[in-house]
């Protein structure tokens, strides 16, 4: 990336990580557009060029990472398919520079049931969706990559991204669910681990 580019990457990250964060702790419909740009250092008018609505920002740092994810497979070629994979995944659901620089100020179980309750917004569900077929399709794309495969042809690469995705997402509910009694990092190894037992490099 070039300077631009990295400065573009970074206030993508800043203000959906301010989204994340306020609507854990005020809520989805106590939070406005201005006060994530204020959070984020930035003003109103810079957010709307980034994104078109609150739940827009907030998928996005979701998105992000998935998206990562893929880059990341695809800079691990000398790797197993499944070691790129979860080295990959472990790696972009760590905490990252925004949460570091940013941390929530609520405490954990505060924390994790806010996160609960945002992510059954009605509101934010279709952007999540959204933003998972995104990551999923760029995930299906790198493994054709890194498999010869024929993206538009085989079955491998939408299986082994749908699988990816569904391990994330699984985890990531089964965090929330037990009220964060497991780490993260752990149900992902755990989750990954187990597919890639039954779902092996063609």
């Excluded at 739940?55 to 070629?77: G, K, M, N, Q, S």
């Excluded at 890194?146 to 569904?166: C, F, I, K, N, W």
């Excluded at 699984?170 to 037990?178: D, F, G, Q, V, Y």
Aim: net charge negative.
């Amino acid at each position: 990336m070039g300077l631009r580019e990295r400065k573009k990457a970074q206030t993508h990250a800043a203000l959906s990580w301010a989204a994340v964060r306020l609507t854990v702790e005020r809520g989805f419909d106590k939070v406005k557009v201005e006060d994530i740009a204020e959070a984020a250092g930035v003003s109103p008018r810079t957010f709307n060029n980034y994104f078109s609505s609150k739940a827009e920002a907030i998928a996005f740092r979701h998105l992000d990472r998935c998206l990562r994810v893929a880059d990341e497979v695809r800079e691990r070629p000398g790797e197993p398919l499944w070691d790129a994979i979860t080295g990959s995944v472990l790696r972009q659901f760590a905490p990252d520079a925004e949460a570091i620089a940013h941390p929530p100020v609520a405490d954990a179980a505060q924390w994790t049931e806010g996160v609960r309750v945002m992510i059954a917004e009605p509101a934010l569900r279709g952007e999540m969706l959204r933003a998972g077929a995104a990551a999923e399709a760029e995930i299906a794309a790198a493994v054709a990559e890194r498999t010869g495969g024929d993206l538009e042809q085989d079955l491998y690469p939408h299986l082994v991204a749908s699988a990816v995705m569904g391990a994330v997402n699984t985890a990531i509910a089964h965090h929330l669910r037990t009220d964060a009694a497991v780490p993260v990092s752990r149900l992902l190894t755990d989750a990954l681990a187990r597919i890639a037992a039954g779902l092996s490099t063609p």
